[in-house]
């Protein structure tokens, strides 16, 4: 088993930034790499970003191109998206998740879930 979670979200005014977390515990070895996908009000669950666990190969989804990052820190397990220059559009509850086969843009191909933070870009 893993166990995801994140923080980091909060209220940001357009333009700004934020920085999530996830830290992973648990039977971290298994994992393969790591996604990060979002959630808006009304809108089905759609991909931002995956990293593989060594933390090579890194993937976007066009719209964050640009303005996010994600990164891997190993010795602690934790996965990171740093965002910039927030738009409105960006609000939504962020989630992380692991999988144990591979990084994928697909919510189906990962294992595990973390519970979400919630990203309000709002002046």
């Known amino acids: 088993q893993v166990q995801l979670v994140e923080s980091g979200g909060g209220l940001v005014q357009p333009g700004g930034s934020l920085r999530l977390s996830c830290a992973a515990s648990?039977?971290?070895?298994?994992?393969?790499?790591m996604g990060w996908f979002r959630q808006a009000p009304g809108k089905e669950r759609e991909f931002v970003a995956y990293?593989?666990?060594?933390?090579?190969?890194?993937y976007y989804t066009d719209s964050v191109k640009g303005r996010f990052t994600v990164s891997m820190d190993n010795a602690k397990n934790t996965v990171y998206l740093q965002m910039g220059s927030l738009e409105p559009a960006d609000t939504a509850v962020y989630y992380c998740?692991?999988?144990?086969?591979?990084?994928?843009?697909?919510?189906?191909?990962?294992?595990?879930w973390g519970q979400g933070t919630q990203v309000t870009v709002s002046s």
């Open positions: 998740a692991a999988s144990l086969r591979k990084v994928s843009t697909s919510m189906a191909e990962y294992d595990y």
């Open positions: 648990g039977r971290t070895f298994t994992i393969y790499g």
């Open positions: 990293i593989r666990w060594s933390g090579t190969s890194k």
